[in-house]
C-alpha cells in the first residue's frame, strides 16, 4: 500500500511530534492564548471595552484543560499530546463565537442567551473525560461488555420516542427531559456503539472476512454473518423512521462500515451498505414528506419557493449569505452579522465562524478536525491490538464524518442534518460525547505505548 | 489491518477535500453573486457601521455623519441646501448621488488606499472611519451663483481655467438632502416621490447632468475657433451682410436677431459678427466650413466625451450627417447642437488659458481619519483644441462683446472681462434658454463662468442673455476677484 502515499506519509510526518506531556502543555498555554485573544477582540468589537466578564469565558475552560493535563501526567503520560490541546482549541472557539452571538443578541434587547451555560458545560464535559482517564486504567476493560454496550445504545436511542420524557425539537425526536434540562442520548450512543461494534467484530472477524460463496465473482458472506448487518440496517432506518433525523441515521450507518470494513477487509461490506443505504433513503423519501422535503431544499436552495417555506432553505440560504460575506479573511470576530443565521449559536456555528474568519479560519477549523482525526487514525494505526484499533478508528472515524455531514450540510453539499458541530456547537450531549471520545483515545493511545516497551 | 485504515484515512481525507472545495466556491468563486443577492440584507447593513467621511469646503464641513442611537448607527447631515446639486445625497433607503455616489469607496472608508486601515480593523475590530472629501469649491463663488440665479430654473458653473477646478456648481430648483438621508422610512419614500414627480427635475444637476440645451450664439465661439484653427479664416475675413440669408437647398430664410443687417456695410468681418452676435454671418460660415471641420472642433473640445468630474457629465452633440441648411443653422447654435452647461465652460476655459483645457475636477484632497492624504488630483491637460494665437484673437474679440458689444451687462469696473451671450431658440413658441459664457480678468483669467437660465427666465420670449445671464456670472466672477 506504498502508493496510497498521502494517507500513508501523513501519520509518520505526525510520528515527528516528540509525545510529550510538556510539548502539551505549551501548546494548551498557547491555545488559550488565541481564546484570550478572540475573546477580547469579540468584546472590543462589540462593546468598545474589554470587561472583566472576559475571564468568565476564558478563565474556567483553560483551568479545566490544566486539570485534563495534569490528570494525564499523572495516569496517562504516554497518551498522545496533540489532542487535547486541538480539541481544547475548537472547544473555545465555540465558546468565543457563542458569546460574541450572545451579545449580539443582548444588543437587539434579546435575552436567549447560551454563552455561560456552554462555558460550564465545557468545563463538565472536560472534567467527565480526565475523570474517564483515571477511573478506566485499561480500554481492554470495555471489551468484555460487547453486547451490554449494544444494548444499552439501543436504549439510548430508543428513549427519545417513549412517551413523557421524550421531545421533538423542529421536527426531530431526539431530546429527552424537560424544558430546561434536556439531553441528546444519541450522542452518547454512538460511543457505546463504537464499543460494541469492535468487540462484536473481533469475535467475528475470521468468519465475517473468510466463508462465504462467490456470486459473479464478488465473495458473498454467509446468510448467518450478513444477519446482524441486515439487522443494523433496518435499525438505522429506523432511527431515520422514528426519530425522523437522517444525520443521525447516516452517521450510525457510516460508523458500522466502515467498523466492519477495517475488521474484515473487504470492500463488498461497504459496497452493499451504500447501496442498501441509498436505497433506504430513496424509499424513505417517497414515503415521508420530511425527507423528501430535505431533498428538494438541498437540490435548490436558492430557488425562491424553497427559500420562503416554512422548514425551507432560508436558514441554509442565510448561512450561506454569510459565509460569502466572510470572503477568504473574514469579517473579524464581532465584525460580520452571523446573528442573522437562525440557529447560529447551535446548528450553524459553522457558517457564523466562516462569517468572521473567512474561508482562512474556515481551513484552519477543518484542519484541525483532521489533525484530530488522523491523529485517532494513527493511534489505531499503531496499536498492537485488534480490539483497540478497531475502537480507535471507529471513534475517530464518526468525529470525520459527523463534521462532513454537518458542514457538508450547512454549505449545501449535503442535505441538511440535525447533526451537531463536535467541540464547537453549543449543546451539552455533544460536548460530553466528544470529550468522552477524546478520553478514550488518549487512554488507547497510553496502553499502545505501554504495550509496545 | 492497518490497510484498511489507511484506507479510511484516505477516504476521510477526500471527503475534506470536498469541503474545502465547497468552502472555496462559497467564499470566494460565489462571493460575488451572493453578495448581491436580493435577499442577502448584508450588503447594506455592512454600510452602515461606517461612520461616512464628512464633505468639505473651504475647511469647513458641509456634510458630516452624526451618531444616533438607532439601527443604522449614523445620520448623514447636510448643512447647507445651496450645495444638494454637487454632495447629492446619502439615503438608507433610496439610494446614493452626487458626491457622496462617485467617492464613496473613501466615503465609506472601503477604498484600496485604506487597506491598511482595514486591516487594522479587522484586527480590533472598530469598524474603518470614512475618509474627508474636501471640494474645490469656492464658498463665496458658490453662494454668489445660488442667490444670483434667484429662484429661477437654470445652472452655474465656474471654473478655474488654469487648473480646472471646480468653483461653483449651482443647480436649480433643487432637493434638500435631509430630507433624503432621514431615518424615516415614510417621510424618506413621501420626499423622494415630491421630488422625482415634480416636472422641474430637482433631483437633476442641470449644469453636468441635465437635459441638454440648445447652446444657441455661444455656440459660435466653436464655430469662430474652427474658422482661425483652419487657416483659411482670420477676425478681418469678411462675409456678405445681408438681413434675410435663405438657407442652401431650402427656402427657409434665417435672420439676425435684430431683424435687420449686422451693422453697416456691405461686408461684415467675422469680427463684427461675434462681437454683435450676427447669426447669418456664423450661417454663411458654417456652411463655408463644413460640418465635419465644426464638428472636429467641438470634439477637439469635449464634445461627445464621457467626462468624469467624478460625476458623470451627460456628452455634448454635435449632429452627424446634416444636410447644407442644417448645418448651416448649427453655425449659431440652433438645430440639434445640444450642449451641457459644463461643456460651454470647458469651451470658454480653451479660450482663456490660452489654448489648453484642464480636466475639469471637484475633488482637492482626499484625507483620511487617521489625516493621511489619500488622493491629491493634480491639474492634468484634457486637450489642446486651439492655437495660443487663436485663444488670444477670441479672448479680444469675448472683450469686446462685453465693452462694445452685445454682453454688456457682464461688465465689471476696472476689470477687462470677457464675454459671450446666447438666447438659444426651442421652438416657435417656447420660451428661450438664455446664456452667457465668459472669464475674468481676460489678461490673466482666474475663473470661467458659464450661466443657462432655462424657460427664458420666467419671461417668456421677452429675455436675452445679456439681460438676465450676464448679471449673475458677474456676481460670480466679482465673489472671486474681490
Keep these: 500500500m506504498s502508493n496510497l502515499s498521502l494517507t500513508s506519509a501523513i501519520p509518520n510526518l505526525i510520528r515527528a511530534v516528540p509525545r510529550s506531556r510538556n510539548f502539551e502543555a505549551v501548546l494548551i498555554f498557547w491555545v488559550s492564548g488565541i481564546h484570550a485573544f478572540a475573546l477580547a477582540q469579540i468584546q472590543l468589537s462589540i462593546l468598545q ?23 494525564l501526567r499523572k495516569y496517562a503520560v504516554k497518551a498522545d ?28 434587547g434579546g435575552s436567549d442567551l447560551f454563552a455561560q451555560r456552554q462555558v460550564w458545560l465545557s468545563c463538565f464535559a472536560m472534567l467527565i473525560a480526565a475523570l474517564v482517564i483515571r477511573v478506566v486504567p485499561n480500554h481492554l476493560a470495555l471489551r468484555r461488555f460487547p453486547f451490554i454496550s449494544g444494548l444499552a445504545a439501543v436504549v439510548l436511542l430508543l428513549l427519545p420516542a417513549a412517551p413523557v420524557i421524550g421531545r421533538t425539537v423542529n421536527g426531530a425526536t431526539l431530546w429527552v427531559g424537560t424544558d430546561e434540562l434536556s439531553f441528546q442520548p444519541g450522542e452518547i450512543a454512538k460511543i457505546l456503539l463504537a464499543i460494541f461494534f469492535a468487540g462484536y467484530l473481533v469475535s467475528r472477524q475470521g468468519s465475517l472476512a473468510e466463508i462465504g460463496s462467490r456470486v459473479l465473482g464478488v ?55 451504500l447501496v442498501m443505504m441509498v436505497t433506504g433513503t430513496l424509499v424513505a423519501s417517497r414515503f415521508f414528506d420530511y425527507v423528501e422535503r430535505r431533498f428538494e431544499v438541498w437540490l435548490d436552495p436558492f430557488s425562491n419557493a424553497n427559500y420562503s417555506a416554512i422548514g425551507g432553505s432560508y436558514q441554509l440560504v442565510q448561512g450561506i449569505f454569510g459565509m460569502a460575506n466572510g470572503d477568504v479573511i473574514g469579517t473579524g470576530l464581532g465584525g460580520g452579522f452571523p446573528q442573522l443565521i437562525p440557529l447560529a449559536e447551535s446548528d450553524f456555528i459553522f457558517a457564523a465562524l466562516g462569517e468572521e474568519l473567512g474561508l482562512a479560519g474556515v481551513f484552519v477549523i477543518l484542519a484541525v478536525y483532521l489533525l484530530l482525526v488522523y491523529r485517532g487514525l494513527r493511534i489505531a494505526n499503531s496499536h498492537p491490538d485488534d480490539f483497540s484499533k478497531l475502537l480507535a478508528l471507529g471513534l475517530a472515524f464518526v468525529i470525520g464524518l ?52 | 489491518m492497518n490497510r484498511q485504515v489507511r484506507r479510511v484515512g484516505l477516504i476521510l481525507t477526500i471527503m475534506f477535500i470536498a469541503l474545502f472545495a465547497m468552502a472555496s466556491s462559497i467564499q470566494v468563486i460565489r462571493t460575488g ?17 461606517t461612520q461616512r467621511g464628512a464633505i468639505l469646503v473651504g475647511g469647513a464641513p458641509i456634510v458630516t455623519s452624526r451618531p444616533v442611537n438607532d439601527d443604522y448607527r449614523f445620520l448623514r447631515e447636510y448643512e447647507s441646501v445651496i450645495y444638494s446639486p454637487i454632495t447629492g445625497y446619502y439615503s438608507v433607503f433610496s439610494g446614493t448621488t452626487g458626491i457622496e455616489r462617485s467617492m464613496n469607496s473613501y466615503l465609506s472608508g472601503q477604498s484600496g488606499a485604506q487597506f491598511f ?20 469649491i469656492d464658498p463665496d463663488a458658490q453662494r454668489a451663483a445660488w442667490d444670483a440665479l434667484g ?87 469678411s462675409f456678405e451682410n445681408l438681413s434675410e440669408y435663405v438657407l442652401p437647398g431650402t427656402t427657409t430664410p434665417v435672420f439676425n436677431s435684430n431683424g435687420s443687417t449686422c451693422g453697416s456695410g456691405e461686408s461684415v468681418t467675422l469680427e463684427t459678427a461675434l462681437i454683435r452676435s450676427c447669426n447669418i454671418p456664423f450661417a454663411m460660415l458654417a456652411v463655408e466650413l463644413g460640418q465635419d471641420r465644426i464638428r472636429a472642433q467641438a470634439e477637439l473640445m469635449g464634445f461627445g466625451d464621457e467626462l468624469e468630474i467624478p460625476m458623470a457629465v451627460t456628452p455634448s452633440l454635435y449632429p452627424d450627417g446634416m444636410d447644407l441648411a ?72 469675448m472683450v469686446d462683446s462685453v465693452e462694445i458689444g452685445v454682453a454688456g451687462r457682464a461688465g465689471i469696473s476696472q476689470v477687462a472681462v470677457a464675454g459671450k451671450t446666447g438666447t438659444a431658440e426651442n421652438g416657435p413658441a417656447e420660451p428661450y434658454t438664455l446664456w452667457f459664457t465668459g472669464f475674468a480678468p481676460a489678461e490673466k483669467p482666474q475663473i470661467v463662468v458659464t450661466v443657462v437660465i432655462e424657460d427664458g427666465g420666467g419671461i417668456g420670449q421677452n429675455g436675452t442673455g445679456n439681460q438676465l445671464a450676464a448679471p449673475i456670472a458677474k456676481a460670480v466672477m466679482e465673489a472671486v476677484l474681490e
Design chain 2, 326 to 397: 442644417q448645418t448651416g443653422l448649427s453655425g449659431f447654435g440652433q438645430f440639434d447642437v445640444r450642449v451641457s452647461p459644463m461643456q460651454m465652460a470647458l469651451v470658454t476655459a480653451a479660450i482663456a488659458n490660452q489654448g489648453v483645457i484642464m480636466n475639469p475636477q471637484l475633488v482637492k484632497t482626499v484625507v483620511a481619519s487617521n489625516l493621511n492624504i489619500l488622493s491629491q488630483p493634480q491639474p492634468t491637460v484634457f486637450s489642446s483644441p486651439i492655437s495660443r494665437e487663436t485663444a488670444g484673437y477670441l479672448t479680444r474679440m
Design chain 2, 117 to 136: 486601515e482595514q486591516i487594522n480593523a479587522l484586527l480590533d475590530g472598530t469598524p474603518v472611519t470614512g475618509a474627508a472629501v474636501e471640494l474645490t
Design chain 2, 33 to 49: 453573486e451572493l453578495y448581491q443577492d436580493s435577499r442577502n440584507v448584508r450588503a447594506s447593513y455592512e454600510t452602515y457601521k
Design chain 1, 81 to 108: 499530546g496533540l489532542m487535547l490541546p486541538l480539541a481544547f482549541l475548537l472547544n473555545g472557539l465555540g465558546i468565543a463565537m457563542i458569546y460574541r452571538l450572545d451579545l449580539a443578541e443582548l444588543a437587539a
Design chain 1, 219 to 273: 465473495k458473498v458472506p454467509r446468510a448467518k454473518d450478513l444477519g446482524p448487518i441486515l439487522l443494523f440496517w433496518f435499525a438505522s432506518l429506523g432511527v431515520l423512521i422514528i426519530q425522523r433525523d437522517l444525520g443521525t441515521s447516516i452517521l450510525y450507518f457510516g460508523l458500522f462500515l466502515v467498523m466492519v470494513y477495517t475488521a474484515t477487509g473487504r470492500g463488498f461490506y461497504i459496497g452493499a451498505g
Design chain 1, 402 to 453: 459527523q463534521v462532513f455531514v454537518v458542514a457538508g450540510g450547512v454549505m449545501g453539499l449535503l442535505p441538511l442534518t440535525g447533526l451537531t458541530t463536535p467541540f464547537l456547537a453549543a449543546g451539552g450531549s455533544s460536548l460530553l460525547a466528544n470529550w468522552s471520545i477524546i478520553a478514550l483515545l488518549l487512554i488507547i493511545s497510553d496502553s499502545s505505548l505501554r504495550s509496545n516497551r
Design chain 2, 151 to 237: 429662484n429661477r430654473k437654470g445652472a452655474v458653473v465656474a471654473i478655474e481655467p488654469a487648473t480646472g477646478r471646480i468653483l461653483a456648481l449651482v443647480s436649480k430648483p433643487t432637493f434638500d438632502a435631509n430630507l433624503l438621508a432621514s431615518h424615516s422610512y415614510g417621510e424618506v419614500v413621501d420626499s423622494f416621490r415630491n421630488y422625482s414627480e415634480n416636472d422641474d427635475e430637482p433631483l437633476v444637476n442641470r449644469a453636468i447632468a441635465g437635459d441638454l440645451y440648445h447652446p444657441g450664439s455661444v455656440f459660435k465661439l466653436v464655430v469662430a475657433a474652427a474658422a482661425l484653427e483652419s487657416g483659411s479664416y482670420t477676425t478681418q475675413s
Design chain 1, 49 to 71: 471595552i474589554m470587561t472583566w466578564e472576559l475571564l468568565l469565558y476564558w478563565g474556567p475552560p483553560t483551568l479545566t484543560a490544566m486539570i485534563v493535563h495534569w490528570v
